[in-house]
């Protein structure tokens, strides 16, 4: 999936997708010209450890 569309899922901006792809955060994204993909299931990781972190 695209930076655009993982920030859709996780409730992010692409940019915040984008910056933690380049700090290896998502396991797997891949440059593909100036854009990420982003693996889905980096996605629901992500998401997946977020509702760990936050505070309830």
């Known amino acids: 999936m695209t930076s655009e569309q993982a920030a859709a899922e996780l409730g ?3 940019r915040r997708v984008r910056r933690l792809a380049a ?9 593909a010209g100036r854009d990420w993909v ?3 299931d980096a996605v629901s990781a992500e ?3 977020r509702m ?3 505070p309830t």
């Open 12 to 14: 992010v901006s692409a």
């Open 23 to 31: 700090a290896g955060l998502l396991p797997g994204a891949e440059r």
């Open 38 to 40: 982003i693996p889905s």
């Open 47 to 49: 998401q997946a450890r």
């Open 52 to 54: 760990n972190t936050r």
